[in-house]
């Protein structure tokens, strides 16, 4: 389906290029690099994770069952239930009513094997849900695993009715938004994914798009994003886990923005957007003492790096800028509207202007590799790649340098090309905070990248509330993908496959306990004694919610069976010559509960149902 997204973006977050203008004579020299005492962050190096006793590391469904325990699962079925029961009763004409599809409580097994289902659809994407369900080779891929488990039409009964909300339970606001009908379900993620994954040193913040293009007044529109549109998530992650997350509503009133943040930071000055950081690292273990945050130039201030260093952790990150004259006209529209009590906003970000003129005004007469750097309560630093990257560390003194293999530039300036030569690539020494933001700020990127590998989500999407459903579910299977490789249990040099191979081998497991299996007829019965109902129904339930489902291949009714029906004589010219015993009428239609036989049309239901109450 087409979607036209518009050019301009509704993000009020949104980062634009740092308008530059070229000033007349050479660019300033070098100072020697400023004397600076870096925060000591004694965090361990390397992430770990936590798996209790008594659980097999090695199994996709025992990690799984460590998010989506027990309770979480009944929860759910609860929710589904309601909601079925809710919609099934509204005022509606008794004629609509009486040509309802049957409907019977969703069970906790099913609810397992609706999850596995579309666990293997995102491993096997096809374009319609009938496809899953195909029997014949010849149209396509058949997943026998599938239709043993579950039928197209309960598998569409209950995705149509899913529900993880319970209202009951969980009292909200008049008009809930779409991440308030997740957030009993998102508030225990959380806990779990801290509880199961000890942080290494280097943490990253920034933002994510779940993919929606209903309508919600809460989306954001940014069109420099792979993913344009959708609902904006600020993300906690490391190596690609993803640790923390908050909700976003799009719009500039009191009620929208980032939610759940600590009142504590705005009023104290920080916008709501610096304010994320600060909430989602002092929810970390030990408040985020003696972690590193990466952060990029959306959050990046003086005053920010200033507070994490008073609760020692460390920070880093790049740094935006403006032309002095309009940051002077924004300063002056914030006094003016602001209230007498709160801070001002910081000019440049806290940037020192000599480190911000380097880019402003000499970026392009400036050889590649030139280091600038100012100290305050951080270091401030300016390093020319292919341009100045403005840069703001409490962790760094700008001395340590790494030996990386760096390309060419494309948009390089002459200064710049001039250290490559003829040559493409070449090995060269950069500072080591740059290697560490390339290593360490991509750790939402990693996720993001690990989610959009096998998306749960289907492309046709109507209800506002079920993409924070499927961005939830992605990030559990994602997560616990994680700690399986973790753990050593994928054998592979790369990552490339892990979310694949974990997913089906979860899957398999997850819709292994709803299958139907054949059950025979009486342990007692001889080869051509007559059927008898009540004795081949099943009876290992004490009561009937099964229903009429399509099966594969036509068998003799047992009900007609039973009562000695016989099929109704198509070929009477043949009839009288015939030796042939009459037989029941064969059907294609089975019970999905007891797996028998029986006619779509006639008394065949009624009687079958009725054979329970004879037991």
């Known amino acids: 389906m087409f979607v036209n997204i518009p050019k301009q973006s509704n993000d009020i977050d949104l980062v634009t290029y740092t308008v530059s203008k070229s000033s ?51 929860m759910i079925v609860k929710a589904t239930n309601q909601n079925a029961q809710l919609k099934r009763t509204r005022d509606r004409r008794s004629s609509i009513r009486e040509h309802q599809r049957p409907w019977h409580p969703v069970t906790f097994d099913e609810l397992r094997a609706y999850l596995g289902i579309i666990t293997w659809m995102s491993c096997q994407p096809l374009k319609s849900l009938v496809e899953y369900w195909n029997t014949q080779k010849e149209n396509g891929a058949v997943f026998d695993i599938i239709r043993e488990s579950m039928g197209l039409e309960r598998w569409s009964q209950i995705d ?44 990253a913040i920034d933002e994510c798009i779940q993919g929606f293009d209903g309508r919600a007044s809460e989306i954001v529109n940014i069109p420099t994003k792979p993913t344009p549109i959708g609902f904006k998530i600020w993300v906690l992650a490391i190596d690609g886990y993803v640790l923390d997350f908050m909700w976003h509503a799009c719009g500039s009133k009191s009620l929208d923005g980032p939610q759940n943040l600590d009142p504590q930071w705005q009023k104290l000055g920080f916008s709501a957007t610096q304010s994320v950081v600060l909430t989602l690292i002092c929810q970390m273990e030990n408040q985020g003492r003696g972690h590193v945050v990466w952060i990029d130039n959306l959050f990046t201030s003086g005053r920010l790096l200033k507070t994490l260093r008073e609760l020692e952790i460390g920070s880093a990150g790049t740094v935006r800028t403006r032309r002095e004259e309009i940051e002077e006209q924004t300063q002056t529209k914030v006094a003016k509207k602001g209230s007498k009590n709160k801070p001002l906003a910081e000019k440049n970000r806290g940037l020192n202007q000599s480190i911000a003129d380097i880019k402003i005004k000499h970026n392009t007469k400036i050889p590649w590799g030139q280091l600038y750097a100012e100290t305050s309560e951080e270091n401030q630093f300016a390093w020319k790649d292919s341009q100045v990257v403005l840069f703001m560390s409490t962790v760094h003194d700008g001395k340590g340098t790494v030996l990386r293999n760096r390309k060419r530039p494309k948009n390089a300036t002459p200064l710049v090309k001039e250290t490559w030569g003829n040559k493409y690539e070449m090995k060269l020494y950069i500072p080591d905070f740059i290697n560490g ?91 051509g004694e007559r059927t008898v109902l009540s004795k081949v129904v099943d009876q290992s339930s004490t009561s009937h919610y099964g229903q009429l489902i399509k099966g594969d291949k036509q068998e003799c009714c047992k009900a007609c069976q039973a009562a000695a029906r016989q099929a109704s004589a198509k070929r009477t010219i043949l009839e009288g010559i015939s030796t042939n015993r009459p037989r029941p009428p064969r059907t294609i239609y089975r ?17 079958h149902v009725n054979a329970y109450e004879s037991q």
């Open 24 to 74: 007349k004579g050479p660019a300033p020299k070098p100072k020697p690099l400023p004397e600076f005492k870096p925060l000591v962050c004694n965090a361990s190096e390397e992430s770990s994770p936590n798996i209790p006793d008594g659980i097999d590391s090695s199994d996709p469904e025992a990690l799984f069952d460590m998010f989506f325990d027990k309770s979480i699962i009944e």
């Open 160 to 203: 149509r009715y899913f529900h993880v909300f319970l209202p009951s339970e969980h009292p909200l606001i008049p008009k809930p938004r779409p991440f308030d009908k997740v957030e009993p379900l998102a508030k225990h993620l959380r806990k779990c994914f801290h509880k199961f994954m000890t942080a290494g040193i280097n943490v």
């Open 437 to 527: 933001y390339n290593y360490s700020m991509n750790g939402v990127d990693l996720a993001d990248q690990s989610r959009q590998e096998c998306p749960t989500k289907r492309p046709r999407m109507y209800r506002t509330w079920k993409p924070c459903w499927h961005y939830l579910f992605d990030t559990t299977l994602c997560n616990a993908a994680h700690i399986f490789n973790a753990c050593g249990h994928f054998n592979s040099k790369s990552k490339a496959g892990l979310n694949l191979t974990f997913r089906k081998a979860l899957a398999l497991k997850l819709m292994h306990y709803n299958r139907s299996k054949p059950r025979p007829l009486c342990s007692g019965m001889r080869p």
């Open 591 to 607: 019970c999905d509960q007891c797996n028998l036989a029986l006619c779509k049309g006639g008394i065949c239901w009624k009687d």
